[in-house]
């Protein structure tokens, strides 16, 4: 690394505020993907100046910047990709305003998701957008990854919920997007930075809307023989007039996985659970728990659970929060895909991943939002074997072929980042393409800012960048 | 006619076919911006036409508009040259309806409701009650970025475009986001197309999320001898557990406005007349859901109302939804038509400074001996009407130095302002797009990516994009 940048990064930042030795930045060459690249150096800012002043030395030494807040990104999105410098958030934490009469916060981009709505429950409100890592991942990744969860088909994902963002364009300059008012005049570029996957700007602050937490809420979980009868559940709830705050599936090889370790009382002979959870005012909810409990038994449940209490609430939610956990204990490493489809072709999907995963001989288990059709599927292999790891990819690579096929989408909410850059062309044009690189350009002119990410290169088409990584580098956390 | 301009017909006529090009001035009247009307209008029938047209207007610097149904081409700034009229009204098709997938793809002509028709089937809705309903087209609605009364439970469009289709100022058909509720993928250049007046692009597709239409809907109307009164009414509900759909509080002139004749016109459903009593401030506020869901929000709202100092609250049976309902929604077409020169204010703040913003725009307003009315949205959306008598020299100094003092107040007090409706000869004396915003440069960058000729709509947008 250059020693003249070494040294001016030390006197901006102070020497606790950079890493640069082999062994620390091991700790940041990956992020919860299974892909891996090591920076030349890791810094930490405390203040939005800070930030521009290490814009301004990546750009006059012509470095690649990386943005980065906890690493849990599941797309390679906070990887440096091509060396260069890790800008951590970790020290930019401060919730630095919470305004409850107007349902606002403002806060540092390295604050950790649940923590805001940790500082905000005595006041009856929350954060919405609640990834399964939300105990460690970041409201700054959350913005740049447009980040989802589970209770995102009634509350939306992170854009919805983001009103101003304060940023650091690549050029240096301090940037201001929408305010705490609504509707600002102009384009909508707030809308176009969250989600850009840190190839925009670097984002120094934040201002969210706060949600009122509901009156009550009610859990079921519904066990099935089929697939189809869980999908067609999910369909007549909707049609029923009910948008339940979640509703997620897991597949009975989960299933089993997941009861082994957490003991949820989960069945371990039946072939999809359906996690449904509604909420509003208390008569909303009977009403509604009521109604679902019924839709589910007219679709064939051969058992219906409502949770009684917040205990059995909580175990529910266990089984399903903890079901990457239990599959990481089966195999070295997992791979979790995270393509969309329209949720009506659930079972023909299952179906196809089920046969993808017997022709290269890999356990397939599929975890998902089954409201919004966004799936997970978790390939297990082991990624020290070379072969295995090829197939992984391939496997992942026709699942989402089959996505694509049937109207769905390469990624749901863990963005595209260096694990499906190459896979865009599949999903739009080249003038698409090309419409969003010369966008990018805007913002990113000379290219520094999270450099080959989202959009494929030109000769990267097609190429495996990964290598295979020791089985704790696979990240404990998904969606 | 001149030669250009035959050249241009005949080229357009060889795209779209004969019977879809108007060149005679009269009919050309239709397509008027602010008193301009274009060289020629065209109707293409795909969007292949459109990205071919596109493409001829960019190759002779021809500037172009998209138009829908027209009726909010007095939005924004005038055209600096206005070419052509791009019609789409032709691309109406409803291209694909999954109810089961909550998904709708729709060509920009798609009058709305028509669209209602075709999801009601299926119990289902897209959220844009938008003012001039009756007529207004998806493509328009989503290109001028009006709001609805709804957006309190359902957000705006940015919340629920799934992704779009649309040609840039070169010509290049393009898209961005997908069909499904859910995505990631890429960047998403569809949420800087809405509201953007067609200077970034025509859209040739929108894809919509849909939603469940409720049990039943229930709308009430408190009203309240002071606007302090019914906004403390919108604080507790903001403090209750209760989800209204829509929130919206009416300064009286507002309620007189909406009980006129010029209203009856626009919106035909009946107005319950002690609904909106005279001389008072009225919350108009409805729910949905079930008969117990709607039992409890009544009775809370009635609580509430009557802690905030209620004269009195009614609530409107059912089958008189749609009219309460319906004038609200038309507020801004409603009150365009009542005066000479209504000159509509779009103020914006958060929720606990919307009193600020009340009063100060009725002090400014009040100063310069100018009319108000006010249809405040729950969230801190507020419409603030000027309502001078006349289109005036005399009228239009009131009503810049009132709208001055007003943009000044709500800068100051953290807000957005804009004037997104006046008296076309008007625009050129009022800050139509409000203070100059810091981000503008990058929004001129924006505008030249997607428009490198600067064709479309030139100087309609913000800083005279």
Known sequence: ?479 | MNAASTTISSRLTEIAGPSNVVADPAQLGAYEICGKSPGAAVRPGTSEEIAEIVRFAAAEKLSVVPTGARTKLGMGLPPRQYDLALDVTRLDRVIAYDPGDLTLSVEPGTPLRRLEGVLAGHKQFVPLDVPFMNRATAGGTIASGVDSPLRQFYGTARDYVLGMEFVTGDGTAAKSGGRVVKNVAGYDLHKVMIGALGTLGVITKINFRTFPVPGAVRTFVASFPSGERALDLRHRVARSPLRPLTLEILSPRAGELLSSDVAARIEPGPMPPSALAKEQWAVVASFGGTGKVLERSELELRRMAEEAGAAGIVALGDDKVPGAFGRTREFVPIALESGAAATILKLSAVPARMQQILDAAAKATDAAELRWAALARGLGVIYFALLPNEESPEALSRVTRAANDILAECAALGGNAAIPWCPAAWKSALPIWGPDRGDFEQMRKLKKVFDPHSILAPGRFAGGI
């Open chain 1, 1 to 479: 690394m250059n020693s003249r940048l070494l040294h001016d990064l030390k006197k901006l930042l102070g020497r606790d505020g950079v890493l640069h030795k082999p062994e620390d930045l091991m700790l940041y060459e990956y992020d919860g993907s299974v892909e891996v690249a090591r920076p030349n150096c890791v810094v930490f800012p405390r203040t939005t100046e800070e930030v521009m002043g290490i814009v301004r030395l990546a750009s006059r030494h012509q470095m690649p910047l990386v943005g980065r807040g906890a690493g849990t990104g599941l797309s390679g999105g906070a990887i440096a990709r091509q060396g260069g410098i890790i800008t951590s958030f970790a020290r930019m934490n401060r919730i630095l305003e919470i305004d409850a009469e107007n349902q606002r916060a403002r806060v540092q981009p390295g604050v950790v998701n649940s923590d805001l709505s940790v500082a905000t429950e005595h006041l009856g409100l929350h954060f919405a957008p609640d990834p399964s890592s939300q105990k460690a991942c970041t409201i700054g990744g959350n913005v740049s990854e447009n980040s989802g969860g589970p209770h995102t088909l009634a509350y939306g994902v992170t854009t919805n919920h983001v009103l101003a963002l304060e940023v650091v364009l690549p050029t240096g300059e301090l940037l201001h997007l929408g305010n705490s008012a609504l509707d600002a005049p102009g384009y909508d570029l707030m809308g176009l930075f969250v989600g850009s996957e840190g190839t925009f700007c670097l984002v120094t602050e934040i201002t969210v809307k706060l949600t009122r937490l509901p009156e009550a809420t009610k859990t079921l979980l519904a066990v099935y023989d089929s697939v189809d009868d869980a999908t067609e559940t999910v369909v007549e709830i909707t049609a029923r007039g009910i948008t339940p705050a979640a509703c997620e599936m897991l597949d009975g090889w989960t299933i089993r996985a997941v009861e082994d370790y957490v003991h949820a009382g989960f069945p371990l002979d039946c072939a999809a659970i359906l996690l449904i959870e509604v909420d509003g005012l208390r008569e909303a909810a009977e009403y509604e728990g009521a109604e679902v409990a019924d839709v589910c038994r007219l679709h064939r449940a051969r058992e219906v659970r409502v949770a009684r209490d917040a205990r059995e609430r909580d175990l529910l939610w266990k089984g399903r929060k903890n079901a990457f956990g239990a599959v990481g204990r089966l195999s070295p490493t997992y791979y979790t895909q995270d393509g969309v489809i329209p949720r009506t072709k659930l079972p023909a999907t299952l179906r196809r991943i089920g046969e993808i995963g017997q022709k290269y001989g890999f356990a397939i288990g599929n975890i998902f939002h089954a409201g919004d059709g966004n799936l997970h599927p978790i390939i297990l292999f082991d990624a020290r074997d070379q072969q295995q790891f090829r197939n992984a990819v391939a496997a992942s690579d026709e699942i989402i072929q089959f996505c694509i096929e049937v109207g769905g989408s390469i990624t749901g909410e863990h963005g595209v980042g260096m694990e499906k850059d190459r896979l865009m062309p599949l999903l739009f044009s080249e003038a698409d393409l090309d419409l969003m690189r010369r966008v990018r350009d805007v913002f990113n002119p000379a290219g520094l800012l999270n450099p080959a990410k989202v959009l494929p290169t030109p000769k990267g088409c097609g190429e495996i960048h990964v290598r295979p990584v020791p089985a704790t580098a696979s990240g404990p956390f998904s969606v």
